[in-house]
């Protein structure tokens, strides 16, 4: 499935390219983007999803490894171009986070991760500050419910295959 493939690598590519942006324009304090609603400060992040876990960066960079390998498979698995996108929207999310916790300060594995998109008075909402990586997998957490419910099948149906 080419398409979740080359959907993925576009989304790291994009994601490392934002977030190197916010590195360079965003040390001397925040930038407000939308005022209001949308704000660019630069924050590290060493745990997982609304910094839970900061002290098991190690750990969360084995996972995020292995979902990775996981995902890769199952894209190439998929046989539904919605699966596939959505899969390759995840790896992409995924490895994009993954990047910063090999190659960012402490060490390899002991990265924080950058974030800098941060939302601002959305009634009944607290949004953590947050990056495209982290867009890419809430998007595709989405994407993967509404296959799901949708009935979209992941792999081909039975009927459908020829017989070996």
Known sequence: MLAGYALAAAWVVADQVTKRWALA????GPIVAIEGYLRFRLTFNTGAAFSTGQSMT???????ATVSVVLLVAIARAW???WGLALGLLLGGAAGNLVDRLTRPPGVGQGAVVD?????????MDFPV????DVAITTAAL?????????VPYREPVADRAPR
């Open 143 to 151: 994407s993967i419910v509404l296959l799901t419910v949708a009935r």
């Open 130 to 133: 947050f990056n495209l990586a």
């Open 116 to 124: 800098f998109l941060e939302l601002l008075r959305f009634p009944g």
């Open 25 to 28: 324009e965003l040390g001397d």
């Open 80 to 82: 539904s171009l919605r």
């Open 58 to 64: 190690e750990a969360l960079s084995v996972l995020s």
